[in-house]
């Protein structure tokens, strides 16, 4: 019912900033919640940032609270993750996604961080 598509990955020194864009098409009329997902190597996929439809509702993994922020503008159908004092530990495959009663049901391609010493 919709598409996403992840921009603005790339590689950066660690302390610096990356702003992470994802761009939702299709059925965009829905009210979907948007979430940001990691995976390192050798590690799970894990919950980074969601946001309410509303935008007015944001939750944050322990490990980046207060160095990221995510954020969507409904008009534009996009979510972004602006992500601030990055580390090495945050190199991942970044994946944003869309949820559906309450699932996430939508996923994107996923964009690269990494994050050099």
């Known amino acids: 019912q919709v598409q996403l598509v992840e921009s603005g990955g790339g590689l950066v020194k660690a302390g610096g900033s990356l702003r992470l864009s994802c761009a939702a098409s299709?059925?965009?009329?829905?009210?979907?919640?948007m979430g940001w997902f990691r995976q390192a190597p050798g590690k799970e996929r894990e919950f980074v940032a969601s946001i309410s439809w509303s935008g007015t509702s944001t939750s944050y993994a322990d490990s980046v609270k207060g160095r990221f922020t995510i954020s969507r503008d409904n008009a534009k159908n996009t979510v972004d993750l602006q992500m601030n004092s990055l580390r090495p530990k945050d190199t991942a495959v970044y994946y944003c996604?869309?949820?559906?009663?309450?699932?996430?049901?939508?996923w994107g391609q996923g964009t690269q961080v990494t994050v050099s010493s």
């Open positions: 996604a869309a949820s559906s009663l309450n699932e996430f049901a939508y």
């Open positions: 299709g059925r965009t009329y829905r009210r979907y919640a």
